[in-house]
């Protein structure tokens, strides 16, 4: 989720109080720089995704004291200013994608004036450094087909069902990390960054955002069990791996009964490729088969005569 600088404006009384209670010292007018931001908004962004008007109310209080940085490198040397206050708001007139009354979330930051802020400012007031993304937590994205959470249902952000465009309501946000001044917002890590919770999280959940490459913050108790999940995911790949190493022994070794012309190499070198279904289809016929090409006889049974009646009475006791 991106937004953007919107404008440069003078500081009021109360916005001084505000600086001065994260400042060490009293500082003066002259000696910070303010300007206002949008955060986010309830539009729908480059990635499908999208804000409720509830969310933005939510954020507006959980953004307040947050830095801001550069790309989102979460570092104390990237820190380069700081959220005093936010509000929803609505622009007279506009609509977002949906048609709904657009909302923005507008913040006021601020940043000291000096040497080494001095080029950003310049780049600010010129509207070079214009771009910003937010990095936050959210419980839950809803697809907007279907309702359900978007990592258990079949809909595909982005994708149009019966006319109607799926993408992710972004929804219930309980943690704001930071905003982020950034060159090409669209990039995946300029979005929004979602947490997952010790209650609600499932580990397939977060595997299924890493492998969408989609940034991901877990708290201890999530990277607890994700170690946890891990750790049974290679026991299972370790019983799996036994289980293939009998199939394809069985495999082997009826298959030199029934087809003795194939060399093994050859044979190890076919099943390399075969999945646990095609190993255990071919394990079933090809023992079929060479129990029928041997097949167990009783050690005392004699054939019946040609009359039907049974020779084997005298191994009777």
């Known amino acids: 989720m991106y937004g953007h600088v919107i404008k440069n404006a003078d500081i009021t009384d109360d916005e001084m109080k505000l600086i001065n209670t994260y400042s060490r010292r009293e500082l003066k007018r002259e000696e910070v720089y303010i300007f206002s931001v949008v955060l986010c908004d309830n539009d729908i962004d480059r990635d499908y995704e999208r804000f409720t008007v509830e969310s933005l109310e939510k954020l507006s209080t959980l953004f307040i004291g947050k830095t801001g940085i550069f790309d989102h490198n979460p570092t104390a040397e990237k820190q ?15 609509k977002n994608a949906l048609g709904d009354d657009y909302f923005r979330l507008v913040a006021r930051a601020y940043m000291p004036v000096c040497e080494r802020n001095s080029d950003l400012i310049l780049a600010l007031d010129s509207g070079i450094v214009r771009e910003v993304s937010v990095g936050c937590a959210v419980e839950k ?52 960054i979602k ?43 370790a019983d799996g791996a036994y289980y293939r190493g009998v199939l394809v022994s069985d495999v082997l070794r009826y298959s030199g009964i029934v087809q003795p012309e194939i060399s093994r190499a050859s044979m190890e070198k076919a099943v390399k490729s075969l999945s646990l279904e095609e190993l255990k289809e071919f394990r079933d016929a090809y023992k079929k088969r060479a129990q029928s090409k041997y097949e167990v006889v009783p050690q005392l ?8 009646s049974n020779t084997n009475t005298e191994f009777k006791i």
């Open 80 to 94: 380069t200013a700081r959220i005093i206050s936010t509000s929803v708001e609505s622009v007279e007139g506009r």
């Open 195 to 237: 947490t997952f919770n010790g209650k609600e999280s499932k580990m397939t959940d977060i595997l299924k955002s890493i492998e969408n490459s989609e940034a991901v913050t877990l708290n201890k108790s999530d990277s607890k069990k994700l170690a946890e999940y891990i750790e049974s995911l290679r026991k299972q790949a």
């Open 141 to 192: 994205t809803l697809c907007s087909i279907c309702g359900e959470e978007l990592s258990h249902c079949s809909h595909v952000k982005g994708e149009t069902y019966g006319g109607k465009l799926c993408y992710g309501e972004l929804c219930d946000p309980f943690d704001a990390y930071e905003f982020s001044f950034v060159a090409v917002p669209a990039q995946k890590e300029a979005g929004v």
């Open 301 to 308: 049974y004699r054939e019946q005569t040609t009359t039907g």
